[in-house]
């Protein structure tokens, strides 16, 4: 007699815990892929609201987006990059001012 014995494993993949960490200012993240890469980086002020720059990232490491928060309010120029194609857009009091949009170092397309 022939007895077979099975056994099953199942592997849970544990989901990477953001990295926090508080400074006079507020806190600093870093959130993570699945795979360990850095998802995006930036920081939270003393009230909770996004703050400074912050930088997202693929889950192979490449910068997908690179921003700029006033108290939570989007200012300045945010830059999304999409293969060869970069996209520049100015950001004023959390409102669109302007968007550009660069490939192989020329101006495709600007909209005031």
Not at 10 to 25: C, S
Not at 75 to 99: A, H, M, P, S, T
Request: aromatic residues 12%; glycine residues 8%; hydrophobic residues 35%.
């Amino acid at each position: 007699m022939i007895v077979m014995l099975c056994v099953g494993f199942t592997f849970a993949q544990e989901k990477i815990q953001p990295k926090l960490e508080k400074n006079d200012n507020g806190i600093v993240a870093t959130y993570y892929h699945d795979n360990g890469e850095i998802q995006q980086t930036g920081a939270f002020d003393k009230n909770g609201k996004l703050q400074g720059e912050w930088t997202s990232f693929d889950s192979e490491g490449n910068k997908l987006a690179s921003a700029t928060y006033e108290a939570g309010k989007k200012v300045g120029k945010w830059f999304f990059w999409e293969g060869d194609v970069l996209k520049e857009v100015d950001y004023k009091n959390n409102r669109i001012v302007q968007v550009v949009e660069w490939s192989n170092d020329r101006t495709l397309v600007s909209r005031n």
